[in-house]
Each structure stands twice: as structure tokens, then as C-alpha cells.
Nanobody, 125 residues
Framework: QVQLVESGGGLVQAGGSLRLSCAAS????????VGWFRQAPGKEREFVAA????????DYADSVKGRFTISRDNAKNTVYLQMNSLKPEDTAVYYC??????????????????WGQGTQVTVSS
């Protein structure tokens, strides 16, 4: 069973950048697809981005496409979310999640089994 720990959140001005990290332990990391999700106060949790087992396939929510980039380093058991051109509406707690995938298929937007505790991202206007 994999354990996930997010880091890299913080306070940034609109237009700025942050890079989130999701460090995994306790499992064969290369067998997992990984997604990033976020939840703002009073709102439902929403999908942000996901990456396949090898990193060859990615998916993004329309709201972040062109601004965020998801990537992974399986040698370091880590997935990254590079966030550029941040907007106040990006403010949320960001979570990474993982699920076992038998093949290097397109990552999903739901159905993840393992979740981290989250990291706060606050974008000031």
C-alpha cells in the first residue's frame, strides 16, 4: 500500500508560480497512476491533473490547461505539479492521489484509492 505526502504549497501573488511535490513510499510507485485534485472552501473537490504510470500520458482540467504541468520521476518516487500564472481562484488545498494501473493507460479523473493529506495553496490578488 502506497503512502503519499504532498509538499510545496504556500502563499503566492497572482501571476506567480509554485511547484508541488507528491512523494510516495511503501509501494511499487511505477505501477501507479497519480492525480492531483483540489478543494476550495465550500466547494467540492475537483480534478486538476493526472499522469500515467510512465509519465507518457497526461490529462488536465480545462481550468488549468496551459498553466499547470504534471510530471513524475519514478526513480525518486515523486510526482510534481508545476503551477504557473496562478490566479486567486486556484486557492485551495491540493491533494495527490494514486491508483494501481495494470498498463500505461490514460490516467483517470476519478476512482483513486490512496490519498495524501493535502497542502495549502493560497494565491493573493
Amino acid at each position: 500500500q502506497v503512502q503519499l505526502v504532498e509538499s510545496g504549497g504556500g502563499l503566492v501573488q497572482a501571476g506567480g508560480s509554485l511547484r508541488l511535490s507528491c512523494a510516495a513510499s511503501g509501494g511499487a510507485f511505477s505501477a501507479y497512476a497519480v492525480g492531483w485534485f483540489r478543494q476550495a472552501p465550500g466547494k467540492e473537490r475537483e480534478f486538476v491533473a493526472a499522469v500515467s504510470r510512465t509519465g507518457s500520458r497526461t490529462d488536465y482540467a480545462d481550468s488549468v490547461k496551459g498553466r499547470f504541468t504534471i510530471s513524475r520521476d519514478n526513480a525518486k518516487n515523486t510526482v510534481y505539479l508545476q503551477m504557473n500564472s496562478l490566479k486567486p481562484e486556484d486557492t485551495a488545498v491540493y491533494y495527490c492521489a494514486a491508483e494501481v494501473r495494470l498498463w500505461d493507460l490514460e490516467p483517470r479523473r476519478n476512482g483513486y484509492d490512496y490519498w495524501g493529506q493535502g497542502t495549502q495553496v493560497t494565491v493573493s490578488s
